[in-house]
Structure formats: structure tokens, C-alpha cells
């Protein structure tokens, strides 16, 4: 079993719609990262969070670290939110990273 | 504004040649990582570096090579390229635990194709 799940793997939107990406893991953290990737390779850090709820522009990601589950929303979203979307956490016990497998969503104009 | 870079985009290779993958971080990070990315995998630590001439193995280091000659640059090396390294190479770097955030911040990828 992945230690950092991603839900959904795909997902497919009209433009405007609010999109809800989830990250589940088994380990305890001290810090849970999301990251955008646009077609091309390079990842943009978007959010670094350990607890409550952050939020950037169209983009809001919390963190429940009880239930040891983040969502990433993106309100009115728009084509340009195309992208992979990647749940990184910062592990306790060796500062290690584990990635999230990522999901991709695609926003149709 | 912070910025990792890697010397290239784009890459194809020979099998059995030797590859060099470099990455520069202007942020004065003591922690500098590559990973590689593969569909349906995620990103793999490969090797990571804390310190000048300081290396530890990730999750999948066979392989692979790192140099750490200066504190901003960190090389990856494939001794003899094999196709089944075909992939994107994602360099990072980041402060030390303790030193403040230990946000990632990630270079643009190469995407190597060994023939």
C-alpha cells in the first residue's frame, strides 16, 4: 500500500466548475506540500501547510491532521489550471519526502 | 525570486554513453536532491546531498552517480546509460530541517531518452 494516495487520478472539468483533488497518508508528517506541474516538466510548490487550512487566489488546501487527509480546491477553474497535480509529505521520522502519484486534471473551455 | 536550473531541457543519449545532468540552485540551500519521474510512479529520490562532497542514496540510487563540488551545484551522473533510465530528471534543493521551511523548490526537468 502507497503511503500517500491521490484521489482521483484523472479528472476532467467544464470551465467554472470547483475542483476537489484529495491526499490521504499512512505516516506521521510534519509538513504536507502540493505541487503543480504543467505539461513541459517543471513543478511549482503551490501550498506548504502542517495544519488548518491555507489559501492562495483561486486556490484554498487543508489539512486534517487527525484524519491524516488534505484537499486541494480550485475555485472557478479555468483552462489554464490544466496541470498535474502532486501531494508531497515531509515525513517525522526521517524528514524523508514521499510523493503522491499525482492527479491530472484537465479543464475544458 | 528563487530558481533551481538544469543545463538541459531535452537530452537523448546512447546507450552505454556516459551522462552528465547538472543543476544550480542560487538560494545558498545546503539540501539539493534529483529525482526521477515515470508515469504511474511518481517521483523516486535518487540521491540527495546536505552538505559540500556529502551524498546519501534515495530510494533508488543503482545506477546512478552524484558529484557535490560546490555547495550550488549538484551533478547527476549515469556511468553507462541504459534505456530503462529513460525518464525526467527533476532536481531540488531546500534548507536543512530546522533552518526555517523545508519547502522544495524544484528545477524545470530534463527528460532524458537513451536510445
Known amino acids: 500500500k502507497n503511503e500517500v494516495e491521490q484521489s482521483p487520478q484523472n479528472l476532467t472539468a467544464q470551465e467554472g466548475e470547483f475542483i476537489t483533488i484529495n491526499c490521504s497518508y499512512s505516516?506521521?508528517?510534519?509538513?504536507l506540500h502540493w505541487l503543480q506541474q504543467h505539461p513541459g516538466g517543471g513543478i511549482v510548490s503551490l501550498f506548504m501547510?502542517?495544519?488548518g487550512k491555507k489559501k492562495h487566489g483561486r486556490l484554498i488546501a487543508t489539512i486534517n491532521i487527525q484524519e491524516k487527509h488534505s484537499s486541494l480546491h480550485i475555485t472557478a477553474s479555468h483552462p489554464r489550471d490544466s496541470a498535474v497535480y502532486i501531494c508531497?509529505?515531509?515525513?517525522?521520522?526521517?524528514?524523508?519526502?514521499?510523493f503522491g502519484k499525482g492527479t491530472r486534471l484537465h479543464i475544458l473551455p | 525570486d528563487v530558481k533551481v536550473t538544469q543545463s538541459s531541457r531535452y537530452l537523448v543519449k546512447r546507450t552505454g554513453e556516459k551522462v552528465f545532468l547538472e543543476c544550480v540552485q542560487d538560494?545558498?540551500?545546503?539540501?539539493m536532491f534529483w529525482y526521477r519521474q515515470d508515469p504511474g510512479l511518481g517521483l523516486r529520490l535518487i540521491y540527495f546531498?546536505?552538505?559540500?562532497?556529502?551524498?546519501e542514496k534515495g530510494d533508488i540510487p543503482e545506477g546512478y552517480s552524484v558529484s557535490r563540488e560546490k555547495k550550488e551545484r549538484f551533478s547527476l551522473i549515469l556511468e553507462s546509460a541504459s534505456t530503462n533510465q529513460t525518464s525526467m530528471y527533476l532536481c531540488?534543493?531546500?534548507?536543512?530541517?530546522?533552518?526555517?521551511?523545508?519547502?522544495?523548490?524544484f528545477g524545470p526537468g530534463t527528460r532524458l531518452t537513451v536510445l
Open positions: 508531497a509529505v515531509h515525513m517525522n521520522r526521517d524528514d524523508k519526502i514521499i
Open positions: 505516516v506521521g508528517i510534519s509538513a
Open positions: 531540488a534543493s531546500s534548507l536543512l530541517p530546522g533552518q526555517g521551511s523545508n519547502e522544495q523548490f
Open positions: 501547510l502542517s495544519s
Open positions: 538560494m545558498d540551500h545546503e539540501n
Open positions: 546531498s546536505y552538505d559540500v562532497k556529502m551524498k
